[in-house]
């Protein structure tokens, strides 16, 4: 795993604080409408994980990068939640 510099790193988990709410809303809807009982937090909490596995460069230019209203961060939040949440239904 690559460090991160603290500046860096603060930045990061501010990114996440301010857009976590929407993110578990997303979650929260996705859920629901796949009738599913999954735990929003245990999703969010391996979303979070895929995102500080990610390498520092990347991470920096998805934060970065605007398409639309939304980052590519944002975006690659969202498509981790709704793979986790609709994969779980094909599996079972």
């Known amino acids: 795993m690559e460090i991160m510099e603290p500046n860096f790193t603060n930045s990061i ?7 976590y709410k929407q993110w578990v809303d997303f979650a929260a809807w996705h859920c629901e409408k796949a009738g599913t009982a999954q735990n ?3 999703i969010m909490k391996e979303v979070q994980s895929e995102i500080l596995s990610l390498k520092t460069g990347t991470i920096a230019r998805l934060m ?3 398409s ?3 980052t590519e961060l944002d975006l690659f939040v969202l498509r981790s939640i709704k793979a ?5 239904q094909t599996i079972s």
């Open 68 to 70: 639309g209203k939304f």
């Open 13 to 19: 988990f501010s990114y996440i604080d301010q857009h």
């Open 84 to 88: 986790r949440i609709y994969e779980s």
């Open 64 to 66: 970065h990068t605007v």
């Open 40 to 42: 929003i937090f245990l």
